[in-house]
């Protein structure tokens, strides 16, 4: 029996398209065609809605569809003024839908808005072409796409920000069907190990759609990483019709040389377009690499590349021909040699390559991470590089319709530190990064960056260290074995999840990664000794599970009762047990728990079996990692163990593999860390910390460029162009320009209304740290002696803000500025913006009066006060720079810092009366900090006597909060100029001479 009401439901709704429209209106046209009596009323609605989900939840799932698209649009095609993803847009899509307060409830009820960011997109004016009618016109390969994503258990929210992201990049390519020639090159930064492949599938799917007839992905330096890139775009994208190209699927001798139909388990997962889909209205895709085949130099007068046109005398790019034109795809190892012949191919080929949109991915187009301090490193991997660029930019120069998008995992991306490398490929057109995909675990998930006070308790609920992370210290106890115990455990409650409603195919896998060198000799060791201990680990006997039964209640049922109360639980260990059995059977499997990953050939990689696609379970210990650092994802990585060292924290790419999706298992991911390795002969590093440094100047760049994304008058404050001396604000060791090639942007300023403003460069010599606090000594001799109380705000689920005390004192904002100007730093105009946005505060750009000067006392029993020069008694502060950098970290406490955002806010609220602070005063916290590590004598670390400090061993840091006053009517954040204002728009030009 057919059920009407959602036939007309969903009827109306793919009626409606990108527009919401009146839906009783719709429905109704649509219904009288069919059955006039169906009852459409609201109340029949509501009632369907509320038992939807027990009968398949097919109208729940129509309707989160439709919401959700028109929730995200960030560019609606229908008269809006609201922001996508917010509760205002829902309401306004309620509006034009003229449904009544009943449904409303219903709705928002069964499907509420996905408030998650969107990307953030740096980019100048551009014309626009790729309209939402326009893109709606041609949608076959997006369709089939996103028809994969859903059955694959995306959410409408998740789909939703995939094609919007992917719609940003189309857009602002250049419209295929143009007469002009021009290329745009553009840059998409996400995060390690968080699906880039998806959002380039994406990209792929909409251009093919949009009218590009040849696309090129640049796949890893392996062919065991390009032909993950292949199967899944041919999996994904592609599909089985074209990749049969009409054999018989039944018939074994036609589907010789045809790759997955006999051997992998999955080509029935492989979308399906219901027959050619050239004779579906829309066009073929041809394959010019497959799994097993990279791109080998074409015979037959390389008629693979040759462009049928239906019209000879029009030329390819005309609709007429372009539209009924197959397309082309290829998935190319990033390699000199690979990419020679594909350029000496091209050369070949006369005429048509003129006329041919073509589309250049470049998957993790950093071949080097430059998080690193090290100017050596980054030169000798530049080799491979500037060979791979130059071919690159020959592909660019036969192909001159060719659109250029690389990818990558940092925004510190190559491009924007070295113009000799970018001259090429530099992303003048759009830098786009990407929101944070749901599900993702990432550097949040492992770093308290936010975390709660520091006199709070930090348990496994309120700290993601706490949950996540185990410390590895001096001692004889080096917890390789816990890490072993915790692989164990993790695979057998992944077993127990699996038989008790989990589904079970994010198990498919379970690794654990052991890093611990470089060299591959100790990897040989290392793999010899986890082997000896699996043997001697008595896994089977009694004592083995004692111990496996002392670290599940330790460890991880605590954190699984907390973070996973959702999923199953076993209530005891002797639930688990049996599971425990067969995860050390799976492990074991073969004979040999371990695996060395240290080789760099295809041939080292094929000997491995470790193909994450072909092989059905890989239930292993790796040993390595250096090698599987670019592209290759470890699935089902639970548990690593991490102690390699370094001159200074390890690239985010070579350290970040415990970064990425982990359904089901979130709560048992384990990260074992060096916190006390070895670094000289004197000296130790803590990797999670240095890591953590990396990280988070990485997550601060990303606010920074969304906060300056924002559009002024219509108009872009911040172009790709102006983003390299950001960068260089972040990386302490690029220098200013290449020997012949410099970036043209330089920073002018920086402006921080109602935002914190926090330095951290301070210097190092104790002469210039006597000086600069030598400059406060005014302002700190105005500190009162009676202490302040200040309480920081609620947390969102409620709990009372904190409470601290604080000296204070005003001072007008030419005394602060006096002694800010002054100031030296570890780097040479490292805070000018920021000084040259504050200076113009004197009534040039805005008024500020004065500041309100919050020094924190601390409340800990063990804390340490001393006189500083004439002032009060003040906490000192321990604090340490960042791995590897001159710079401190996060400097001011979350509590103050949050306590003093509530007085400038308060004073821009007009609700708040009286407020504390008036609209025209600033808040500026100040913190005597003393470099020293933890546990070491604070007092003696500052040179404490008789109840002064030493000027030359503190570090007087701040943190400013101007007004949110404090900026015009242009509400621009950030100021640049050329270098060489006679190319004003050119990102690099030449260096002068000397």
Not at 224 to 252: F, H, K, S, V, W
Not at 758 to 772: G, I, K, Q, V
């Amino acid at each position: 029996m057919s059920d009407l009401i959602l036939e007309i439901h969903t009827s109306a709704l793919a009626a409606m398209g990108t527009k919401p429209r009146p839906f009783l209106k719709v429905a109704a046209a649509l219904g009288d065609e069919d059955v006039p009596s169906t009852d459409l009323s609201e109340e029949v609605f509501c009632a369907r809605l509320a038992t939807d989900e027990a009968n398949g939840g097919a109208l729940t799932a129509a309707w989160a569809k439709a919401l959700t698209s028109w929730d995200f649009a960030e560019e609606p095609n229908w008269p809006t003024v609201t922001t996508a993803r917010t509760e205002e847009r829902r309401m306004a899509v309620y509006d034009r839908l003229q449904l009544g307060d009943g449904v409303r409830k219903a709705l928002d009820s069964a499907i509420p808005v996905a408030k998650m960011p969107g990307a953030t997109v740096i980019a100048p004016e551009h014309t626009p072409w790729y309209t939402p009618e326009r893109a709606a016109a041609r949608t076959f390969y997006w369709q089939a796409y996103e028809g994969k994503l859903r059955s694959k258990g995306w959410s409408e929210a998740a789909i939703a920000s995939l094609h919007e992201a992917s719609r940003a990049v189309v857009e602002r390519l250049t419209d295929p069907e143009q007469e002009a020639r021009r290329q745009a090159k553009g840059l998409v930064v996400g995060y390690v190990q968080s699906g880039k492949t998806a959002n380039f599938t994406g990209v792929a799917a909409k251009a093919l759609d949009a009218g590009y007839r040849l696309v090129i992905v640049l796949g890893g330096t392996l062919n065991l990483l390009r032909a993950q890139t292949q199967r899944r775009i041919d999996m994904e994208l592609i599909g089985q019709e074209n990749i049969l190209r009409g054999a018989d699927p039944a018939d074994p001798d036609a589907l010789v040389g045809i790759d997955y139909v006999g051997d992998d388990e999955e080509w029935p997962e492989f979308v399906c377009h219901g027959g050619r889909p050239s004779t579906l209205l829309a066009f073929d895709i041809e394959r010019l690499t497959t799994r097993d085949k990279d791109y080998m130099s074409l015979a037959q007068g390389i008629k693979a590349l040759e462009f049928e046109k239906g019209t000879p005398t029009l030329p390819l790019y005309d609709p007429a021909n372009l539209h009924r034109a197959a397309a082309r795809i290829m998935v190319v190892k990033k390699n000199k040699a690979v990419l020679t012949k594909l350029v000496n191919d091209l050369k070949q080929i006369h005429g048509i390559l003129g006329e041919l949109p073509a589309l250049i991915i470049d998957d993790e187009s950093d071949q080097a991470s430059v998080n690193t301090s090290d100017p050596r490193k980054w030169e000798k991997d530049s080799t491979e590089r500037t060979a791979i660029n130059a071919l690159i930019s020959k592909l660019l120069k036969l192909l001159p319709r060719a659109q250029y998008v690389g990818y990558t995992a940092t925004p510190f991306a190559n491009v924007f530190v070295d113009p000799g490398d970018a001259e090429d490929i530099f992303p003048n057109d759009f830098l786009i990064s990407l929101p944070r995909p749901e599900g993702y675990m990432g550097v949040q998930d492992f770093h308290d960056f936010e975390s709660p006070s520091k006199t709070e308790p930090r348990t496994v609920a309120n700290s993601q260290e706490e949950a996540h992370v185990r410390g590895i210290y001096e001692g004889p106890d080096d917890r390789l074995q816990e890490a072993m115990d915790a692989f164990v455990l993790s695979g057998a409650l992944k077993l127990y999840r699996a038989d008790h409603g989990v589904p079970g195919k994010p198990f498919r896998h379970h690794t654990m990664l052991v890093h611990e060198s470089v060299k591959t000799d100790e990897h040989a060791a290392l793999a010899l000794r986890i082997n000896t201990m699996w043997h001697q680990a008595g896994y089977t006997s009694t004592e083995g599970h004692d111990r496996l039964a002392g670290l599940w209640a330790a460890d991880f049922d605590k954190v699984s009762q907390v973070r996973a109360a959702e999923l199953p639980n076993p209530k005891s260990y002797d639930e688990l047990r049996p599971y425990v059995s067969r995860a050390r059977q799976l492990i074991a499997k073969g004979g040999n728990p371990v695996i060395v990953v240290n080789g760099n050939s295809d041939k080292y990689f094929e000997q491995l079996d470790l193909d994450f696609d072909r092989t059905p379970n890989i239930w292993k210990i790796l040993v390595g990692g250096t090698k599987l650092s670019r592209g290759f994802t470890v699935e089902g990585l639970t548990t690593t163990y991490y102690r390699r060292t370094a001159r200074q924290a390890d690239t985010l790419m070579q350290m970040g593999r415990w970064f990425g999706f982990r359904p089901g298992y979130r709560d048992l991911v384990r990260l074992y860390i060096g916190r006390e390795e070895s670094l000289t002969k004197t000296t130790t590093a803590d990797l999670y910390e240095a890591f953590e440094a990396i990280c988070r100047d990485e997550e601060l760049f990303r606010q920074q460029l969304a906060q300056y994304a924002e559009l002024v008058d219509g108009k872009p404050q911040l172009t790709p162009a102006q983003v390299p001396p950001l960068v260089a604000q972040h990386l302490a060791w690029v220098k200013p320009s290449a020997r012949n090639k410099m970036f043209n942007a330089e920073l002018v300023e920086i402006r921080s209304p109602g935002k914190p403003i926090e330095p951290a460069a301070y210097p190092t010599d104790e002469s210039a740290l006597r000086r600069n606090t030598e400059r406060w000594r005014k302002l700190l001799g105005a500190l009162a002696s009676e202490p302040v109380a200040f309480t920081s705000p609620p947390s969102a689920d409620g709990t009372p803000g904190a409470k601290f005390s604080a000296l204070t004192a005003r001072v007008s904002h030419p005394e602060l500025i006096a002694v800010l100007s002054q100031l030296e730093w570890e780097r040479d105009g490292i805070f000018q913006p920021h000084l040259n946005y504050l200076a113009q505060l004197d009534g040039t750009l805005a008024k500020v009066d004065d500041w309100l000067l919050i020094a924190p006392q601390l409340a800990k029993t063990d804390r340490v006060e001393a006189a500083v020069l004439n002032s009060a008694p003040l906490s000192l502060v321990r604090r340490q720079r960042q791995a590897g950098k001159t710079a401190f970290g996060r400097i001011s406490g979350l509590e103050h810092r949050s306590a003093a955002q509530r007085l400038i806010d308060a004073a821009d609220d007009p609700a708040t009366a009286p407020a504390p602070i008036g609209p025209g005063t600033g808040v500026a916290l100040l913190y005597p900090v003393v470099e020293a590590k933890a546990g070491a004598d604070l007092s003696a670390a500052a040179g404490v006597s008789h109840g002064k400090a030493n000027p030359a061993k503190l570090v007087i840091a701040f943190t400013l909060i101007p007004p949110k006053s404090a900026t015009d009517s242009s509400r621009r954040l950030v100021r640049f100029q050329a270098k060489d204002s006679t190319h004003i728009d050119a990102a690099i030009v030449a260096a002068p001479t000397e």
